[in-house]
């Protein structure tokens, strides 16, 4: 994360918000405008672009927030993250690109949600439903779901909070915690 804050570009900055949100590619690359509450720090996703289909709501992290705020300042058209042409969105190989670019090809975008997935269940203590629900997939089986009327969302907003904070954190310190030490969840969001 520390080499990829130094690349330059939109399709860096999708990148990293991407990894900052646990959001698969194309919902990144399509994000417009309109599915953003900058002052409530939440992203919502339309159904149309989750794989699940339903509408996804995702907790923005304050450096997921500040990408966005700075791609404000070079807005370009509907898409946060606006491809070359007028209208168009980046490619679904852009922030690949990046990665090669950065020296690391073995590294895919699609992996960073599966880091999120084992930074969650190996170093926090939060429920693996919320883990679940921040990457927008089903839980649970269909009586559950019949059930289930919240997305967990208050505890998403601590969770996202700490992901950003695993993420920033310097490359030693998070080697040196991985698998070690556990993050401190405040009752409350267990």
């Given at each position: 994360?520390?080499?990829?804050?130094k690349?330059?570009?939109?399709?860096?900055?999708?990148?990293?918000?991407?990894?900052?949100?646990?959001?698969?590619?194309?919902?990144?690359?399509?994000?417009?405008?309109?599915?953003?509450?900058?002052?409530?720090?939440?992203?919502?996703?339309?159904?149309?672009?989750?794989?699940?289909?339903?509408?996804?709501?995702?907790?923005?992290?304050?450096?997921?927030?500040?990408?966005?705020?700075?791609?404000?300042?070079?807005?370009?058209?509907?898409h946060?993250?606006?491809?070359?042409?007028?209208?168009?969105?980046?490619?679904?190989?852009?922030?690949?690109?990046?990665?090669?670019?950065?020296?690391?090809?073995?590294?895919?975008?699609?992996?960073?949600?599966?880091?999120?997935?084992?930074?969650?269940?190996?170093?926090?203590?939060?429920?693996?439903?919320?883990?679940?629900?921040?990457?927008?997939?089903?839980?649970?089986?269909?009586?559950?779901?019949?059930?289930?009327?919240?997305?967990?969302?208050?505890?998403?907003?601590?969770?996202?909070?700490?992901?950003?904070?695993?993420?920033?954190?310097?490359p030693?310190?998070?080697?040196?915690?991985?698998?070690?030490?556990?993050?401190?969840?405040?009752?409350?969001?267990?």
């Open positions: 994360m520390a080499q990829l804050r690349e330059e570009g939109v399709a860096a900055r999708c990148l990293e918000f991407t990894v900052l949100t646990g959001a698969r590619t194309s919902e990144s690359t399509g994000a417009t405008w309109q599915e953003f509450d900058l002052d409530g720090a939440l992203w919502t996703v339309p159904g149309e672009r989750i794989k699940a289909g339903k509408v996804h709501r995702v907790p923005l992290a304050s450096r997921a927030l500040e990408i966005v705020r700075e791609q404000a300042r070079y807005r370009r058209g509907d946060v993250f606006a491809g070359r042409r007028p209208g168009a969105t980046l490619s679904n190989m852009s922030m690949t690109a990046v990665l090669r670019r950065m020296g690391i090809p073995d590294i895919t975008v699609h992996g960073f949600r599966s880091s999120l997935r084992d930074w969650a269940a190996e170093q926090t203590d939060y429920p693996r439903e919320v883990a679940e629900m921040a990457l927008a997939h089903a839980v649970g089986d269909r009586v559950e779901a019949a059930y289930r009327r919240g997305d967990l969302l208050q505890k998403r907003v601590a969770f996202m909070r700490e992901w950003g904070v695993h993420c920033a954190a310097a030693d310190r998070a080697a040196r915690t991985t698998g070690r030490s556990r993050t401190t969840v405040p009752r409350k969001h267990r």
